[in-house]
């Protein structure tokens, strides 16, 4: 059983948007950064967005001023609400947690979810 579980992938058109959910119930949550990655077709997993426990945040370029992270302590959950979406996101998005933001920004991370797949069609 995983510690992290996504949900909320999905098809949508360019200009589109979504929202993920992570949910982790087992965790002590409050005191993880949590972060979404994502992964395209032959391409390296790669940091979207981030935020720590004092709730700091912070975003990949490519995403900024379209993706916004955030975080419930009282429900163990994150999410990463996507907006503007474009063909270049399409990818599988996956969420982590671990102590620090050094940790997720160098994917050293303890904890993966599974992946969830978001594809944008033109």
């Known amino acids: 059983q995983g510690y992290l579980v996504e949900s909320g992938g999905g098809l949508v058109q360019a200009g589109g948007s979504l929202t993920l959910s992570c949910a982790a119930p087992e965790l002590t949550f409050r005191w993880y950064t949590m972060g979404w990655f994502r992964q395209a077709p032959g391409k390296q997993r790669e940091l979207v967005a981030l935020?720590?426990?004092?709730?700091?945040?912070e975003y990949a370029d490519f995403v900024k001023g379209r993706f916004t992270i955030s975080r419930d302590n009282a429900n163990n959950t994150v999410y990463l609400q996507m907006s503007s979406l474009k063909p270049e996101d399409t990818a599988v998005y996956y969420c982590?947690?671990?102590?620090?933001?050094?940790?997720?920004?160098?994917?050293?991370?303890?904890?993966w979810g599974q992946g969830t797949q978001v594809t944008v069609s033109a």
């Open positions: 982590a947690a671990d102590a620090t933001a050094d940790r997720l920004q160098s994917l050293e991370v303890n904890f």
């Open positions: 935020v720590d426990s004092s709730e700091d945040k």
